[in-house]
């Protein structure tokens, strides 16, 4: 078992930045990857960035050189900097871990961008 505890997000205006955190406890060991996922309103939820234990990173196109997600293995933690923030990127943020019997998912945390 694993829990994926977020926080962060928000309302900002365009052209802003916020920061998400994840802190991850139980079974962390088995855990290959962490990252954000994102759902808007009628779409279906899709990747933002993943980060492997070994730090490799794969990001969405749409956030590419907007978005820094970055992992502390000591402190089983994830956190992803969002800077010129579009409203595009208006969903409700879950954290996400590949654990080796299946994936864990948090509660999900909204992230609002004006414009």
């Not at 505890?5 to 991850?24: D, I, K, N, P, T």
């Not at 196109?61 to 293995?73: A, C, E, L, Q, W």
Request: glycine fraction near 12%.
């Amino acid at each position: 078992q694993v829990q994926l505890v977020e926080s962060g997000g928000g309302l900002v205006q365009a052209g802003g930045s916020l920061r998400l955190s994840c802190a991850a406890s139980g079974s962390i060991f088995a855990i290959s990857a962490m990252g954000w996922y994102r759902q808007a309103p009628g779409k279906q939820r899709e990747l933002v960035v993943l980060i492997t234990s070994g730090g490799n990173t794969n990001y969405a196109d749409s956030v590419k050189g907007r978005f820094t997600i970055s992992r502390d293995n000591a402190k089983n933690t994830v956190t992803l900097q969002m800077n010129s923030l579009k409203a595009e990127d208006t969903a409700v943020y879950y954290c996400a871990a590949a654990h080796i019997t299946r994936w864990y998912w948090g509660q999900g945390t909204q992230v609002t961008v004006s414009s």
